[in-house]
């Protein structure tokens, strides 16, 4: 089953608008995760979150984590064509065990 | 450095059938996960391995087993195929087994069951 719903399920933007993605889970957490999907391939890693840290900036990537509403999000400032992929974040469980729990995804396009 | 890679890339089997997938994970790695992603969702776990050990299992029937080589390389492996096993295989390394070590994801095998 999914732990995690992504809202939207999908995004439509001009090239260098932000993007902001959402992230909704279910149980508690030590860290959740975030990755992205090209075209049914791969999941390439973008950031790891701590369930202690409540945002995290990786280049163009702003993470928040919020346990209180079991919700995390993800924006993508200045956004290129290339980002367009699908974007799933992902849970560990409490135990801090490797039985990741990936979202249902949003998928964005960025038009050039 | 060679990322994960997985084989073969698409397969076509028929119900009731049995297939195999193949993971060598990045040189160094020593966990390997399994997830099955359908299309339009998000990846599910199937199982992880840590140093040939089955370290964790999700919901999957008995027909789903997998098993880890000494050169940390695996297979997973599907009995008895249905349709509904129809998706991309996704397999990942890690240096361990703590859930803050990053996962590389190989492209994943695509499976269709006719």
């Known amino acids: 089953s999914q732990q995690g719903e992504e809202d939207p399920q999908a995004l439509s933007i001009q090239e260098g608008e932000n993007a902001t993605m959402n992230c909704s889970y279910k149980?508690?957490?030590?860290?959740l995760q975030w990755y992205r999907q090209n075209s049914g391939r791969g999941l390439v890693h973008l950031i790891l979150?701590?369930?202690?840290?409540r945002e995290k900036h990786s280049g163009r990537l702003r993470v928040t984590l919020d346990t209180s509403k079991k919700s995390s999000s993800l924006l993508i400032t200045a956004s290129r064509a290339a980002d367009t992929a699908s974007y799933f974040c992902a849970t560990d469980d409490v135990l801090g065990t490797y039985k990741y729990i990936f979202g249902t995804g949003t998928r964005l396009k960025v038009l050039a | 450095d060679a990322g994960v890679t997985q084989s073969p890339t698409h397969l076509i089997k028929t119900r009731g059938q049995q297939v195999t997938l193949r993971c060598s994970p990045i040189s160094g790695h020593k966990s390997v996960s399994w997830y099955q992603q359908v299309l339009g969702q998000g990846p599910q776990f199937i199982f992880q391995y840590y140093e040939k050990e089955e370290r964790g299992r999700g919901n999957f029937p008995d027909r789903f087993s997998a098993r880890q080589f000494p050169n940390y390389s695996s297979e997973l492996n599907v009995n008895a195929l249905l349709l509904g096993d129809s998706a991309l295989y996704l397999c990942?390394?890690?240096?361990?087994?703590?859930?803050?070590?990053?996962?590389?994801f190989g492209p994943g095998t695509r499976l269709t069951v006719l």
């Open positions: 979150i701590r369930s202690n840290e």
């Open positions: 149980t508690s957490i030590n860290n």
């Open positions: 990942a390394s890690s240096l361990g087994v703590v859930s803050t070590d990053t996962q590389y």
